[in-house]
Structures are given as C-alpha cells and as structure tokens.
C-alpha cells in the first residue's frame, strides 16, 4: 500500500467519509482500501467513497484498550461487526452504545440495527466508529 492510499483514507475519515477500492476485475469493494483487491487479489482498482451505511451484525464489548498507549482513555468500549452497504464487513467501536449485559443482550435479541459512521479523533489519529442511525 502506498502512502498516499493510506493518508487518502484517513483524510477521508477527518470528513466523515469512508474510502474504499472497487476492483475492475471482480467488481468488489475493499475497505479499508490496500493496493490489490481483497477478494481476487486484482491491482486494477478504483476509488470509490462508501455510502458509510451499515448493519451491526453483532456488538460485544473490550475492557482493554487497543494495544497503542493512545487507545488508553478509549477503553471500556463497544464493539461491533458491521457489514456496510456495498457488501464489506468490518470490525469498528460503536459509540453511543453501553456495554453493561443487560443492554448488550438487548442488541443479541433484536437483530441488526442500522449504523452510520461516528469517527473518532485519538490524540491526531481518526479512528473509525459507528453509532446507531
Ligand atoms: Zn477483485
């Protein structure tokens, strides 16, 4: 991946907008974007911005913060398996959502729920997140 894929998504992000790659061969999106397609593995790929509307499939919770020191403060979070529009999944913090059991069981039971993106700024870095519709 080139630097400039890199620094396009996360620009893209510090708008609120999600940055993928459609293949010209088989017509999938990859996201978060890298140089060859994810799914036949294809270079001939274009840009494409992402509605940014999904479903979260599944929320659980982390009480460790990621790895990074500046993830420290992020932590207890939500998080969630959400398959966006143009048929991609991914694994993101969903804001706005409490982790106690009782709320996480009430999303196990009622099914998928719409999300939309919710990009958070750690210390310079935007994170991508998702909150409910
Ligand atoms: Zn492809």
Not at 23 to 38: D, K, L, N, R
Not at 64 to 71: L, V, Y
Request: with cysteine; charged share 20%.
């Amino acid at each position: 991946m080139t630097d400039s894929t890199i620094k396009g998504y996360y620009d893209a992000l510090a708008q609120g907008k999600l940055i993928g790659r459609k293949c010209g061969q088989c017509g999938e999106v990859t996201f978060p974007p890298t140089t060859a397609c994810g799914s036949c593995g294809s270079y001939e790929q274009e840009q494409v911005e992402l509605s940014g509307k999904g479903k979260m499939l599944y929320v659980s919770h982390g009480m460790a913060p990621p790895p990074n020191p500046r993830f420290n403060d992020l932590a207890p979070y939500a998080y969630g398996h959400i398959q966006l529009e143009e048929n991609v999944y991914v694994q993101a913090i969903i804001t706005g959502v409490s982790i106690d059991p009782e709320t996480l069981k009430g999303f196990f039971e009622a099914g998928p729920v719409d999300v939309v993106p919710d990009i958070l700024e750690v210390q310079g870095l935007n994170v991508l997140a998702f909150k409910q519709a």
